[in-house]
Nanobody, 125 residues
C-alpha cells in the first residue's frame, strides 16, 4: 500500500502561481509513476500530468492539453515527492487537486488505487 499526502494548495489570484507537493510513503515499488488530477465541483476527476519514476523512461512526462505550458510536474526521487508547479492560474483551475500513484503503458497513464486526500486550490478573478 502506498500512502500519498498532498500539500501546497490555497487561494491565489488569477495570473498567480502555486506549487503543490505530494509525498509518497509505504510500498513505493508498487508504483512506477505518479500523477496529478483535479476535480471541480460537479465535474469528474480529470488527469493533469504524470511522470515516470524509474526505469528506461524515468522522467518521462505527459500533460493534459489544457495545462500544457502552464503546469510543470517534477519528481524528487530521493524524497519520493512529486510536485506540480502551476503558473498563470485561471479561475477555472479552481478544484481539489489529487495525487495518484500508478504506471504508464506507452504514453498513457493508468492510476492505481493510491490517492491522496486532496488539496484545495481556489483561483479568484
Amino acid at each position: 500500500q502506498v500512502e500519498l499526502v498532498e500539500s501546497g494548495g490555497g487561494l491565489e489570484q488569477a495570473g498567480g502561481s502555486l506549487r503543490l507537493s505530494c509525498a509518497a510513503s509505504g510500498n513505493i515499488f508498487a508504483i512506477n509513476a505518479m500523477a496529478w488530477y483535479r476535480q471541480a465541483p460537479g465535474k469528474q476527476r480529470e488527469f493533469l500530468a504524470g511522470i515516470s519514476m524509474r526505469g528506461s523512461r524515468a522522467g518521462f512526462t505527459q500533460y493534459e492539453d489544457s495545462v500544457k505550458g502552464r503546469f510543470t510536474i517534477s519528481l524528487d526521487n530521493t524524497k519520493n515527492t512529486v510536485y506540480l508547479q502551476m503558473n498563470s492560474l485561471k479561475p477555472e483551475d479552481t478544484a481539489v487537486y489529487y495525487c495518484n500513484g500508478g504506471y504508464f503503458s506507452g504514453d498513457y497513464y493508468f492510476p492505481r488505487g493510491s490517492w491522496g486526500q486532496g488539496t484545495q486550490v481556489t483561483v479568484s478573478s
